[in-house]
């Protein structure tokens, strides 16, 4: 609840923290960090995605670019995916079964981000694809797919579509083992 508060209304991570604090919630620095951006991410990432299924959108930006934050806490992997798009770039086709599984935040604390591209917005960037398609007007089959990398996504990471970030459920949850179904049902085992 404090989360969807902060998202609605801009609440910053010291003002999440002392929101906490005051409930009763103790959680440490590092913690009420984890909690924050991996919950403001995937509100944020469930919300483009929402927006970008409406009808005609996911058509007008079939692509999207792949950003991680360039400083210290990158971790490789995060970085390794701004290469192994189309082309070896950071561009991936939307649909991309790839970029569906790395949907962002794809592991805990997760800075990265997305951005949908027009057909000429990925053609003038360089993306061989993109070009043909803009030249013919005629969408290129099959499509330009990538190689699964060989990493993936945490084992215990999972994204719950349009229920809770699961990343908040589990941060207020004991040690027990759970997982939450696509109907957003808790199993424990």
Same mark, same amino acid.
């Given at each position: 609840d404090?989360?969807?508060?902060?998202?609605r209304?801009?609440?910053?991570?010291?003002?999440?923290?002392?929101?906490?604090l005051?409930d009763?919630?103790?959680?440490?620095?590092a913690?009420?960090?984890?909690?924050?951006?991996?919950g403001?991410?995937?509100?944020?990432s469930?919300?483009?995605?929402?927006?970008?299924?409406?009808p005609g @959108?996911?058509?007008?930006?079939?692509?999207?670019?792949?950003?991680?934050?360039?400083?210290?806490?990158?971790?490789?992997?995060?970085?390794?995916?701004?290469?192994l798009?189309?082309?070896?770039?950071?561009?991936?086709?939307?649909?991309?079964?790839?970029?569906?599984?790395?949907?962002v935040?794809w592991?805990?604390?997760c800075r990265?981000?997305?951005?949908?591209?027009?057909i000429?917005?990925a053609?003038?960037?360089g993306?061989?694809e993109?070009?043909q398609?803009?030249?013919?007007?005629v969408?290129?089959?099959?499509?330009?797919y990538v190689?699964?990398p060989?990493?993936?996504?945490?084992?215990k990471?999972?994204?719950?579509?349009?229920?809770?970030? @699961?990343?908040?459920?589990l941060?207020?949850?004991?040690a027990?083992?759970f997982?939450?179904?696509?109907?957003?049902?808790e199993?424990r085992?």
């Amino acid at each position: 609840d404090h989360l969807a508060e902060m998202v609605r209304t801009g609440m910053d991570k010291r003002a999440f923290a002392n929101r906490l604090l005051a409930d009763g919630i103790p959680l440490e620095k590092a913690h009420v960090e984890n909690v924050y951006r991996t919950g403001v991410m995937t509100a944020y990432s469930d919300g483009k995605d929402a927006l970008m299924n409406r009808p005609g @959108l996911r058509e007008l930006f079939p692509y999207v670019a792949r950003y991680a934050t360039h400083d210290r806490r990158v971790r490789p992997e995060h970085l390794a995916m701004e290469k192994l798009g189309i082309d070896q770039s950071n561009i991936y086709r939307a649909n991309d079964p790839v970029i569906r599984k790395f949907r962002v935040p794809w592991a805990w604390s997760c800075r990265c981000e997305d951005s949908p591209l027009s057909i000429m917005e990925a053609a003038h960037r360089g993306c061989r694809e993109a070009k043909q398609w803009l030249e013919t007007g005629v969408e290129p089959y099959p499509p330009a797919y990538v190689k699964m990398p060989p990493f993936s996504p945490p084992e215990k990471f999972l994204r719950t579509g349009p229920f809770a970030p @699961l990343s908040i459920q589990l941060s207020m949850r004991s040690a027990a083992t759970f997982s939450i179904d696509a109907r957003g049902r808790e199993h424990r085992g």
